[in-house]
């Protein structure tokens, strides 16, 4: 089937013309119209544009020399502004917004031919660890447990296109990652999800929730893949002051690479406390495999890991309580009606515009910018981060890589959510620390859990070396041979 196909062995097919762009991209359109409603991993799906370009891109192919992703599907999160497509962020406050104008990223993935399917869910403004808050319904993960019939979480933020990905509803797709958003998802649906490091994508025309730490990234089914997108997707843009003038290589070329007297580090303070013996296996299998292919296994500490959750969840509330204030329903957003007075403007707007998860972010972020509170909260918090990047910093002068577990459990199911939103925010815990610091990171698929679960391994780089994670990841892939698919996806019934 050509939705089973990855997109470098799409790429290679539409030039042999061994089909169509349009037959490719039909493929999927069906796909997503027949799981679309049980998966709900689209919020905005846009058929007629994507055949549309499909045919435009059947033309570029056929006069030669087009662009690498020419003719490919993709899922897009609806946190990057599509002109002329809807861009709702997953929340009712902007859920009308038709931006009049293309995000750096997306358009840079349309030059390079891409063929856009839709916008795919979310956490509401990408808030959350199992795309349950989301305005617009919550995503199934196409995976199921053995014998279990319960509905399972895809991860989140960016779950809607980690599902898509995963039920091949796409080729690959877009995600931004703040603590986890695109490594976490990626985990839960057994693919690969890669966030590059701060500053290599623009976050121009991106919806922001914390703009020190937001990233763009591609998630997809092989790490050659996301190599591929990583080569279309970054670059500098000088409209965003954040995103670094450093050159891009060709980062497919890593694939394949040889590792050979490479260090990777073992962080001890990963081995949290509870962690299920199931998942410190799976590590020890990653940790055998990159031995076998010729790494050296280094024992390393990043003593500071154990307040990166608790510096996180009060650097990213606040500067979420400072870019959400701009939707008031008079600058940007949609305006509650029966208003007596300005404040209670405010009040109905915000309310019926945030749902709970948002409004909690924003609640605690105002409260530690608070007059009185700054110093002892946010500034202190910044204090540790700073450490928390000099634990990496000095890791990375005796190693090349970490190899970490990506989450402490697989997926989980939508009615074991725990009704305490710090279990929650547990989800993170592996994931938090390179955001803080500002690292790449990637999660790649290797292996299953005795229900049939999909379990991944982060492995962190140092600043701007994404080429490294690419070519451990890519010999972690090959060794671990993960070929599972979930039960539910395109072609097959769950």
């Given at each position: 089937?050509?939705t ?7 790429a290679e097919?539409?030039r ?10 039909k ?10 409603g ?14 549309a ?11 030669g ?6 003719g490919?599907?993709l ?12 861009t ?9 917004f ?5 995000s750096t990223?997306t358009?840079?993935l349309?030059e390079n ?9 979310l ?9 349950l ?5 919550s995503?199934e993960?196409?995976w199921h ?7 399972l979480?895809p ?5 809607g296109s ?5 039920a091949?509803?796409?080729?690959g ?12 998802p ?17 976050r ?6 914390a703009?020190s730490?937001?990233q763009a ?5 092989t790490v ?8 279309a ?12 003038d ?11 690479r040889?590792?050979k007297?490479?260090r ?8 949290a406390?509870?962690m ?6 799976v590590?020890?299998?990653?940790i055998?495999?990159?031995r ?7 024992d ?13 969840y009060?650097?990213?509330?606040a ?15 949609e ?28 609640l605690?972020?105002?409260y530690?910018l ?5 110093d002892?909260?946010?500034l ?5 981060r700073?450490l928390?990047?000099?634990d990496?910093?000095?890791a990375?002068?005796k190693?090349?890589?970490l190899?970490?577990p ?7 199911a ?5 009704e305490d939103?710090?279990q929650m925010y547990l ?21 299953l859990?005795?229900?049939?679960l999909p379990?991944?391994l ?6 701007f ?6 070519a ?5 892939e ?5 070929t ?6 395109a072609?097959?019934?769950a």
């Amino acid at each position: 089937m050509l939705t089973d196909l990855t997109i470098a062995q799409a790429a290679e097919g539409l030039r042999k013309k061994e089909f169509s762009a349009v037959e490719l991209t039909k493929a999927h359109t069906d796909a997503v119209d027949a799981l679309n409603g049980r998966v709900n991993a689209y919020i905005t799906v846009t058929s007629d544009k994507a055949l549309a370009a499909a045919k435009k891109a059947d033309s570029t192919l056929s006069a030669g020399e087009a662009p690498a992703l020419t003719g490919i599907p993709l899922g897009i999160k609806d946190l990057f502004c599509t002109n002329g497509v809807r861009t709702t962020a997953a929340s009712k406050i902007i859920g009308n917004f038709v931006p009049p104008y293309e995000s750096t990223v997306t358009a840079k993935l349309l030059e390079n031919g891409a063929i856009f399917l839709g916008k795919t869910n979310l956490d509401e403004f990408a808030m959350g660890s199992g795309n349950l808050t989301s305005a617009f319904g919550s995503v199934e993960n196409p995976w199921h447990r053995k014998d279990d019939a319960s509905v399972l979480v895809p991860g989140g933020s960016s779950g809607g296109s980690a599902a898509a990905v995963a039920a091949h509803m796409a080729m690959g797709a877009t995600g931004t990652d703040t603590g986890g958003s695109i490594r976490q998802p990626a985990a839960y649906c057994g693919i690969v999800g890669l966030k590059p490091t701060y500053g290599r994508c623009s976050r121009w025309g991106t919806i922001a929730f914390a703009s020190s730490l937001d990233q763009a990234g591609p998630m997809t089914r092989t790490v050659e893949d996301a190599a591929i997108m990583l080569t279309a997707m970054a670059g500098h843009d000088p409209k965003d002051s954040t995103c670094a003038d450093v050159a891009v290589p060709d980062y497919r070329a890593a694939c394949g690479r040889s590792l050979k007297g490479l260090r990777v580090g073992i962080p001890a303070e990963y081995r949290a406390p509870g962690m299920s013996e199931e998942i410190l296996a799976v590590w020890q299998k990653g940790i055998d495999m990159l031995r076998e292919a010729g790494c050296e296994i280094v024992d390393v500490s990043l003593p500071h890991t154990k307040y990166g959750l608790a510096t996180y969840y009060i650097i990213a509330p606040a500067e979420c309580s400072s870019n959400l204030a701009r939707y008031d329903g008079v600058r940007f957003g949609e305006r509650a009606e029966g208003a007596t007075s300005l404040d209670d403007l405010y009040e109905k707007t915000r309310h019926n515009g945030f749902g709970e998860e948002v409004r909690r972010r924003i609640l605690m972020g105002t409260y530690v910018l608070s007059a009185g509170y700054y110093d002892a909260y946010y500034l202190k918090a910044q204090k540790v981060r700073t450490l928390i990047q000099r634990d990496f910093t000095q890791a990375f002068q005796k190693v090349d890589v970490l190899l970490t577990p990506t989450a402490p459990t697989a997926a989980f199911a939508r009615d074991e959510k725990p009704e305490d939103p710090v279990q929650m925010y547990l989800n993170d815990i592996f994931t938090v620390p390179a955001s803080m610091a500002g690292q790449p990171a990637m999660s790649v698929p290797v292996a299953l859990d005795d229900k049939g679960l999909p379990l991944g391994l982060q492995l962190i780089g140092k600043h701007f070396d994404e080429e490294t994670i690419i070519a451990v990841g890519s010999a972690l892939e090959k060794a671990a041979g993960f070929t599972a698919r979930p039960d539910l996806r395109a072609g097959v019934s769950a």
